[in-house]
Every structure is written in structure tokens, then in C-alpha cells.
């Protein structure tokens, strides 16, 4: 029974941990060394146009912002929305884009050249599902994203805090 009491205990001090857990820091997902060398000059691509293009290689002219050599790229999409693309600047080309169009009026991200996280707030526009693949209330949530092999990774999720009404 002893044996049974501090399993026990072992298992409630973990759940116990996991529930206060704190939000993933960047530190924890880091990139080096970050690239400072001469970007690649935009790649062409597919069912592009002439403005995308502009705006593309206009952003590829700054700084590594993001995961080592990526620039985040935000952008409008219509309606008030907004995306973002993830160009690489070593080799010209867009390595893909933040993994839902996000409300503008609620939409703020938080990254670091130097880490593979992204902090993404805001209420998305397309749908959003959890773990499971279980449909979510279109609410102002918090995502911590991972970045890997040119794919962002849900790491957790949180409803986001409203501020109080004057």
C-alpha cells in the first residue's frame, strides 16, 4: 500500500505541475546561429502576381526575423484579415504561412530571430480545432507554435484574457 500512496502522490504532483505549467519561452526553442549572410533574391512561384511578388521581394531585403534565416512576412487578405508568409531568406523561396487567417482588429504574433517559437493571438477566420480535431468556438485565443521543417506545430492553446468593458 505504501508503494501504491506514493505512486499516487507522484501522479497527482505531475498533473499538479502540468495544470500551472508555464507558456512555452523562447529560450526553450532556440536557433543558431541566425543567419547574416546575403539573402537570396525571391524564387518565382506558382500562381504568384506581379504585387505578391513586389511585396515578396521587397521583405526579403530585411532582416532575419524569425527561426534562424525566415522573414514572417504579414500581410492582408482580405476583408480585414490577416496572414502571414514565411519566406526563407537562404534560398529565395516562401516556405509556407501562419496556419489560419486571423481577424486584424484582435491579431498580434511574438517571435524572435534566434527561436522556433511564435506566440499567434487573435480569433482566427477559418475554423479552428483542437488536439483532437474537435471543432472550437471562434473566440480570441493564445497559440504557442512550434516551428519545424517548414510547419508550425500547435504546442498549447489558451483563451485569451478580455480586457473589461469601461
Avoid at 105 to 126: C, H, Q, V, W
Avoid at 144 to 149: A, I, K, M, Q
Wanted: hydrophobic share 40%.
Amino acid at each position: 500500500m505504501k508503494g501504491f500512496s506514493a505512486l499516487l502522490g507522484s501522479l497527482i504532483l505531475a498533473a499538479t505541475t502540468m495544470a500551472f505549467a508555464a507558456d512555452p519561452d523562447f529560450k526553450d526553442y532556440p536557433v543558431t546561429p541566425v543567419f547574416t549572410g546575403t539573402h537570396h533574391a525571391l524564387v518565382p512561384q506558382e500562381n504568384s502576381n506581379p504585387v505578391m511578388d513586389s511585396a515578396r521581394s521587397k521583405a526579403l531585403k530585411g532582416k532575419v526575423n524569425f527561426a534562424g534565416h525566415y522573414i514572417l512576412n504579414p500581410l492582408g487578405c482580405g476583408g480585414g484579415a490577416i496572414c502571414a508568409e514565411v519566406l526563407d531568406a537562404q534560398t529565395g523561396e516562401v516556405s509556407g504561412g501562419l496556419p489560419n487567417a486571423y481577424d486584424g482588429s484582435t491579431f498580434a504574433m511574438a517571435y524572435k530571430p534566434d527561436s522556433r517559437l511564435i506566440l499567434i493571438s487573435g480569433i482566427t477566420l477559418d475554423g479552428e480545432e483542437d488536439a483532437q480535431g474537435n471543432s472550437l468556438e471562434s473566440v480570441n485565443r493564445d497559440r504557442y507554435y512550434e516551428f519545424v521543417n517548414n510547419e508550425f506545430r500547435l504546442l498549447t492553446m489558451t483563451d485569451a484574457e478580455t480586457p473589461p468593458l469601461d
